[in-house]
C-alpha cells in the first residue's frame, strides 16, 4: 500500500485501489504532501461510521488541481482536502464556491456532488476552534498577528478574525504589496479591526508583534530541517500565546524561541483536528467525527 499517491495513480480503479481493502474515495491534495496527518484521523472516522472508504495522500503539482479534480470525479471519489500550495487553486477549480470560503479567499475542503465541484473553507472556524481548544479564550477577544499572511492558510485565519472583530490585526508577509489585495478585501468585510500590514524587513516589525496577544505562523517556514525562526525573538513576550500551523515537526523553530521566551505555544496538530471534522460533515452530515479523530491524533 503506497504511502503517496500521484495522478499516475488516478489512471484506474484498478491501478489506484490495488491491494487495499477499500477504494479510495477521499484524499489529501497537496505538494508535498507525504508528511500530512489526515488519513491518521479521517480513516478512523470513516471506519466508526462504517464508510466503506479509503482515505489517501495525493502528491499533485502546482497547476494540475483541475486534472487532479477531474480524474477524481471520473473514478467516483467522494471529494477531498487541499493544502499547501493549492487552496487558491482549489477555489478557481469548483464550479461552485461556498460564500464562506469566497470570504476567506481559498478553497480546503471539496465535495463532488453528482452535477459540481464544491468548494468550503473550513480553516478560519477551525482556527477559531483550536485556539479556544488550547488556550481556553475566544480568538475574538485577543489582538492578533499572522507571520506568512499572504497565503492561503493565512488569508483565511485573517478572514475569520476579521469577521469575528477582533481589535488589531497585524499581517506580516515577505513582500507587503501581495497584501494590498488581501487587506482591501478585508477592510470592506468588516471596519472594527485596526489592519497593519508589514514584511518581515519593516521597521516597526517587533514594536506591532508587543502589541498583541496571539501570534501565528501561517507561512511554510519551519517545515524543512534547517529553517530559521519566522520571526525574531526581540517579537515576542512571555505573556504571548503562539501558535503555529505547521505540527510536522512537531516543535518549530519558532515554538522552540516561544517557549524559551516563556510564552504558551501550541501547533497546528488541533487545527488540523478541527477543520478536518468540520470538512468531514460537509462530506457527511449528520455525523460526528471529532471525539473520534481526536483519540486517533493522539
Not at 61 to 86: D, Q, Y
Not at 107 to 130: C, H, L, Q, S, W
Not at 135 to 157: D, E, M, T
Not at 169 to 178: D, G, I
Request: overall charge negative; hydrophobic content about 45%.
Amino acid at each position: 500500500m503506497k504511502e503517496v499517491h500521484t495522478l499516475d495513480d488516478l489512471a484506474s480503479r484498478e491501478l489506484l485501489d490495488a491491494g487495499a481493502g477499500k477504494p479510495a474515495r477521499l484524499a489529501v491534495l497537496g505538494w508535498p504532501v507525504a508528511h500530512s496527518a489526515s488519513p491518521r484521523m479521517h480513516q478512523p472516522a470513516l471506519d466508526a461510521n462504517g464508510i466503506h472508504a479509503r482515505y489517501i495522500r495525493l502528491e499533485v503539482e502546482p497547476g494540475k488541481i483541475p486534472e487532479a479534480f477531474s480524474r477524481m470525479r471520473a473514478l467516483g471519489f467522494i471529494g477531498c482536502n487541499v493544502t499547501v500550495p493549492h487552496k487558491l487553486a482549489a477555489l478557481d477549480a469548483c464550479d461552485e464556491v461556498h460564500p464562506d470560503a469566497r470570504a476567506l479567499g481559498a478553497v480546503n475542503t471539496v465535495r463532488f456532488d453528482e452535477n459540481a465541484t464544491r468548494g468550503f473553507n473550513t480553516d478560519g472556524a477551525g482556527f477559531m476552534n483550536a485556539i479556544e481548544d488550547d488556550f481556553g479564550v475566544p480568538l475574538a477577544s485577543l489582538k492578533v498577528a499572522i507571520a506568512g499572511a499572504g497565503g492561503g492558510a493565512g488569508q483565511a485565519i485573517a478572514t475569520q478574525c476579521v469577521l469575528l472583530g477582533v481589535e488589531k490585526l497585524v499581517l506580516v508577509n515577505r513582500t507587503v504589496e501581495k497584501l494590498g489585495p488581501l487587506v482591501e478585501r478585508l477592510r470592506d468585510i468588516g471596519s472594527a479591526t485596526g489592519i497593519i500590514p508589514l514584511s518581515f524587513d519593516d521597521a516597526p516589525l517587533a514594536e506591532q508583534c508587543l502589541g498583541c496577544d496571539l501570534i501565528v505562523n501561517t507561512s511554510s517556514v519551519g517545515l524543512k530541517p534547517g529553517d530559521p525562526s519566522i520571526l525574531p525573538a526581540e517579537c515576542l513576550k512571555a505573556s504571548h500565546l503562539v501558535y503555529d500551523t505547521i505540527y510536522q515537526p512537531p516543535v518549530t523553530p519558532l515554538l522552540t524561541l516561544a517557549k524559551a521566551r516563556g510564552c504558551r505555544t501550541s501547533n497546528g496538530l488541533t487545527m488540523l483536528l478541527h477543520q478536518g471534522a468540520l470538512a468531514f460533515q460537509h462530506w457527511f452530515p449528520q455525523t460526528d467525527p471529532l471525539p473520534v479523530m481526536r483519540a486517533a491524533l493522539g
